[in-house]
């Protein structure tokens, strides 16, 4: 049977900064292995950023959203089924940052994928500096993207006070006790982790963190109909109309909308990679991109957003 891993987290937490890592040390292992990226939206700007891991010991796969619940699951299973025929050693499936963390374990149970795959690790990827005020629907995501998870990893840690991240400890409880689960997380639980900051006696560790099983109430709500997301393609924005775009509408106090997550890629000379949470924003240098700008969060309008980036 393949080993399967589940790497989830709520947007922005860091997913695909830390899945780059993890799959880097099952190349080095010289490891085959298949990156399944299960996006909420029409593009997967997530698969582009991965782009440098494909080679002989790495093959990307993706299901994109844009469609309701039910044919987002018809495609995630399709789309195993055909990577189960491939012999990989392993297989990661990174989702979006609002994935039914339930769809994953429900899929696997169905024939023929309950012959051929085999639950591995279930790690969770939480922003040391998660951010505090999270709606009802958003915090019960949350909870259960931790609640059966084997390995916790608090990411960015290095960019945060220890009084920051005992906060978001606090929340992540906080928002089990909400959802009735029984699970508390320890401090000597988490992996308080950064880029590149990962020893290879910890990446041993998380492949055999296995998962865990606790009951939780679950949250009958739709995440296609309580979030939306406004794609801006083939602009050519600048850096500043990307900087002041973002600042402008993670902080309007006086719009309807709330944004939570604007990610893509611009071109300024070299390919840059465009991340933004209402706590951080980060941009680097990619090998290469494409010209969009993905804008996730409820209530958004489509107009503003493009009134934001001057278009």
């Given at each position: 049977?393949?080993?399967?891993?589940?790497?989830?987290?709520?947007?922005?937490?860091?997913?695909?900064?830390?899945?780059?890592?993890?799959?880097?040390?099952?190349?080095?292992?010289?490891?085959?292995?298949?990156?399944?990226?299960?996006?909420?939206?029409?593009?997967?700007?997530?698969?582009?950023?991965?782009?440098?891991?494909?080679?002989?010991?790495?093959?990307?796969?993706?299901?994109?959203?844009?469609?309701?619940?039910?044919?987002?699951?018809?495609?995630?299973?399709?789309?195993?089924?055909?990577?189960?025929?491939?012999?990989?050693?392993?297989?990661?499936?990174?989702?979006?940052?609002?994935?039914?963390?339930?769809?994953?374990?429900?899929?696997?149970?169905?024939?023929?994928?309950?012959?051929?795959?085999?639950?591995?690790?279930?790690?969770?990827?939480?922003?040391?500096?998660?951010?505090?005020?999270?709606?009802?629907?958003?915090?019960?995501?949350?909870?259960?993207?931790?609640?059966?998870a084997g390995r916790i990893i608090f990411s960015k840690s290095d960019l945060y006070e220890e009084e920051?991240?005992?906060?978001?400890?606090?929340?992540?409880?906080?928002?089990?006790?909400?959802?009735?689960?029984?699970?508390?997380?320890?401090?000597?639980?988490?992996?308080?982790?950064?880029?590149?900051?990962?020893?290879?006696?910890?990446?041993?560790?998380?492949?055999?963190?296995?998962?865990?099983?606790?009951?939780?109430?679950?949250?009958?709500?739709?995440?296609?109909?309580?979030?939306?997301?406004?794609?801006?393609?083939?602009?050519?924005?600048?850096?500043?109309?990307?900087?002041?775009?973002?600042?402008?509408?993670?902080?309007?106090?006086?719009?309807?909308?709330?944004?939570?997550?604007?990610?893509?890629?611009?071109?300024?000379?070299?390919?840059?990679?465009?991340?933004?949470?209402?706590?951080?924003?980060?941009?680097?240098?990619?090998?290469?991109?494409?010209?969009?700008?993905?804008?996730?969060?409820?209530?958004?309008?489509?107009?503003?957003?493009?009134?934001?980036?001057?278009?």
């Amino acid at each position: 049977m393949v080993k399967i891993d589940l790497i989830t987290g709520f947007l922005g937490s860091g997913k695909t900064t830390f899945i780059k890592e993890y799959a880097s040390y099952f190349i080095s292992q010289k490891k085959h292995i298949g990156i399944l990226e299960n996006d909420f939206g029409a593009v997967n700007v997530d698969m582009m950023a991965l782009k440098e891991l494909e080679g002989e010991y790495c093959e990307l796969e993706m299901v994109a959203g844009g469609c309701d619940a039910d044919c987002h699951r018809r495609r995630f299973k399709t789309k195993l089924i055909s990577m189960g025929m491939l012999g990989y050693d392993r297989i990661l499936v990174e989702p979006s940052g609002i994935f039914d963390v339930d769809e994953f374990f429900d899929v696997l149970r169905e024939e023929p994928l309950d012959r051929w795959y085999e639950i591995g690790s279930v790690i969770a990827v939480v922003d040391s500096g998660l951010e505090e005020n999270l709606s009802r629907e958003e915090n019960a995501i949350l909870a259960s993207e931790v609640a059966n998870a084997g390995r916790i990893i608090f990411s960015k840690s290095d960019l945060y006070e220890e009084e920051k991240k005992e906060a978001t400890l606090a929340h992540l409880n906080h928002a089990l006790q909400q959802v009735k689960c029984p699970r508390e997380i320890r401090k000597e639980e988490i992996l308080f982790g950064s880029e590149g900051q990962y020893s290879n006696n910890d990446f041993e560790e998380m492949i055999s963190s296995g998962y865990k099983l606790f009951d939780y109430e679950k949250n009958y709500f739709n995440s296609f109909d309580i979030f939306q997301t406004v794609y801006i393609m083939d602009k050519k924005l600048s850096r500043m109309q990307v900087e002041e775009g973002t600042k402008k509408l993670m902080t309007d106090s006086d719009s309807a909308m709330r944004v939570f997550r604007i990610k893509g890629f611009f071109h300024e000379e070299e390919w840059q990679e465009f991340n933004a949470t209402r706590e951080n924003i980060s941009i680097k240098k990619i090998t290469d991109g494409q010209d969009v700008i993905i804008v996730i969060g409820e209530n958004i309008s489509e107009d503003a957003v493009l009134k934001a980036f001057q278009l």
